[in-house]
């Protein structure tokens, strides 16, 4: 079977750049959309002719002119999405619908994985204000791309390492904690660590597959499935050296949401969902799902504690 061509649009971002690498490395014939929006920015545009250096397609496009992405959808197969959450106040995610209306109206895509990413949004419908606003988002998309008969793989990424493992699971900080870490309740919450490079391999692998055809793919390498305290006593056995633990509770924690600034805000109550309710292992996978690291077993996945060594 022919590979099938990849566009990635949002291909610049954090996610976004490891899946083009993931794709070029499996051979598909990986196409990344050149907003015209990015004007002056020139770390942008370097990364983009990095890209086609290493074998990519550039498609001029922009989310302003429904015609271009149309044009781009219909030079592909798959189109993955990786743009971007909340980092400031704006609907970034609720841009997707441009593109879901660009796929319906090309009518050749066969897989399309829109912006997740992250804890499955349709878990989330008790989630806090304001954090919720990245799963009602997301939620938004998802109906958008079912009501039109889009053929989709939503992706479950869980925790992102480079935000959660290196960090020990602190905010506002991504380096590990030198003396005292905070422990929220009692540290015995389960979490699910990934190394975004592997995010980005199972992502490329689930997208010729029929079996996530129209499912959800949860990222839930065993290995990686520790509480805070498992994460932090990894990390002390690498170094050698003990850390104070300091425990929050519950109600402290959310209290801090009053007051914090909105990217905060948002984080605040992600985090509570994933340390205190469990948000992200709470659950079985049902009819909907699919286990990426089941699938494919031929995946050597980061441990954690090799992904913590980076850090020493
Ligand atoms: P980034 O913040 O790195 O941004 C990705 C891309 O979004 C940018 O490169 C840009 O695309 C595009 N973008 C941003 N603003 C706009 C706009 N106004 N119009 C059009 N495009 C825009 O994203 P991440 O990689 O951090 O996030 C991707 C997904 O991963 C999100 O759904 C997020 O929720 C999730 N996530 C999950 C985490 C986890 O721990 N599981 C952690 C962080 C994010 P371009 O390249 O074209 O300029
Ligand atoms: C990551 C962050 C970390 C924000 C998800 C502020 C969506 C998800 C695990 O953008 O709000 O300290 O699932 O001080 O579905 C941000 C968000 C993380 C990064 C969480 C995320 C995770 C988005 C911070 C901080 C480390």
């Known amino acids: 079977m022919a590979k099938s061509r990849v566009l990635v649009v949002g291909g610049t971002g954090y996610i976004g750049k490891r899946i083009i690498n993931a794709s070029l490395a499996e051979g598909h014939p990986t196409y990344v959309l050149r907003r015209s929006e990015i004007g002056l920015d020139i770390d942008k545009l370097q990364i ?3 890209f086609k250096q290493k074998g990519a397609r550039l498609v001029d496009g922009s989310f302003f002119d429904h015609r271009s992405l149309v044009d781009a959808v ?12 909340v980092h ?3 609907h970034n995610l609720l841009m997707q619908l441009k593109l879901v209306e660009a796929i319906k109206e ?13 804890v499955d949004p349709a878990q989330m419908e008790r989630a806090l204000e304001p954090g919720r606003v990245t799963f009602d988002e997301k939620m938004t998309v998802r109906k958008a791309i079912e009501a039109a008969n889009i053929p989709y ?27 005292k870490v905070y422990i929220y309740g009692d540290g015995n919450v389960k979490a699910i660590y990934m190394d975004e490079d592997d995010v ?27 509480t805070q305290m498992q994460l932090v006593e990894k990390w002390e056995k690498l170094t050698g050296k003990m850390l104070e633990k300091i425990s929050i509770s519950a109600e402290d924690f959310l209290s801090k949401i009053k007051g914090a600034d909105f990217v905060e805000q948002v984080a605040l109550g992600h985090f509570y969902h994933i340390f205190y309710e469990g948000c992200l292992t709470n659950f079985e996978i049902g009819e909907n799902g699919a286990e990426a690291s089941e699938l494919y077993p031929e995946v050597r996945y980061t441990r954690i504690q090799e992904y913590l060594k980076r850090y020493l």
Request: charged share 20%; with cysteine; net charge positive.
């Open 48 to 50: 983009l002719l990095s």
């Open 74 to 85: 219909k030079q592909v197969d798959v189109v993955i999405c990786t743009m971007s959450g």
């Open 88 to 90: 400031f106040r704006s």
């Open 106 to 118: 090309a009518g050749n895509i066969k897989r399309f994985l829109p912006s997740e990413f992250g």
């Open 153 to 179: 793989t939503y992706i479950s990424a869980n925790c992102f390492g480079g935000y959660f493992a290196g960090n020990l699971c602190q905010m506002r900080t991504l380096l590990p904690p030198k003396d």
């Open 200 to 226: 980005a391999t199972y992502t490329i692998k689930s997208i010729d597959d029929p079996s996530t055809l129209n499912k959800t793919l949860y990222l839930r390498p065993p290995e990686n499935i520790l």
